[in-house]
T-cell receptor
């Protein structure tokens, strides 16, 4: 099946710094990618929809100036957590949409564990 | 508004027995349904799917049943194994567009 990678898999940063997380579709092109956040023992929370060549669509309650999303190519979307704070510590997961005919399939990356100290 | 619901946050099953995970949805436009399995600190992995033209899809120990009139689907795992212990998410997609809607997950524990 299709493979989605994320880099880094784990990152620690200090409060006030910015962190960039990359999401790549390795063997298919993805016009749409999603960014999720998962808190411990909680469900996936959709943060934003990333469309190649256009601005991301953010879910209600997600600060677009804090979580910058750039979908620069059909295989790469990046999420930058700006001025990170300890409450931003979480597990961030991306997914990419693969289209076959009229059917869409969603493939997930392995996730990135962010710890802000 | 939660369009896909998994009302059981957790489930414990003895090894070798059947695990049944349930999922309900509200949007009649959904025509494609998926189950994902997620281990801690990992991304979800695709498990099995079903199209609305079917009412059952089987893959090894995993079977998904779809009841369109009740807007209900279920995942059966038999026999359950300790390695099946994970969080299971159901997801639904409408017949237009590429949006997926996820349930809140059910944490399955298979007791050896």
């Amino acid at each position: 099946g299709a493979v989605v990678s994320q880099h880094p898999s784990w990152v620690i940063c200090k409060s006030g710094t910015s962190v960039k997380i990359e999401c790549r579709s390795l063997d298919f092109q993805a016009t749409t990618m999603f960014w999720y956040r998962q808190f411990p023992k909680q469900s996936l929370m959709l943060m934003a929809t990333s469309n190649e060549g256009s601005k991301a669509t953010y879910e209600q309650g997600v600060e677009k100036d804090k979580f910058l999303i750039n979908h620069a190519s059909l295989t790469l979307s990046t999420l930058t957590v700006t001025s990170a704070h300890p409450e931003d510590s979480s597990f961030y997961i991306c997914s990419a949409i693969s289209q076959t005919g009229k059917r869409y399939e969603q493939y997930f990356g392995p996730g990135t564990r962010l710890t802000v100290t | 508004d939660q369009q896909v619901k998994q009302n059981s946050p957790s489930l414990s099953v003895q090894e070798g027995r059947i695990s049944i995970l349930n999922c309900d949805y509200t949007n009649s436009m959904f025509d494609y349904f998926l189950w994902y399995k997620k281990y801690p600190a990992e991304g979800p992995t695709f498990l099995i799917s079903i199209s609305s033209i079917k009412d059952k899809n089987e893959d090894g120990r995993f079977t998904v049943f779809l009841n369109k009139s009740a807007k209900h689907l279920s995942l059966h795992i038999v026999p359950s194994q300790p390695g099946d212990s994970a969080v299971y998410f159901c997801a639904a997609s409408p017949n237009t567009g590429n949006q997926f809607y996820f349930g809140t997950g059910t944490s399955l524990t298979v007791i050896p």
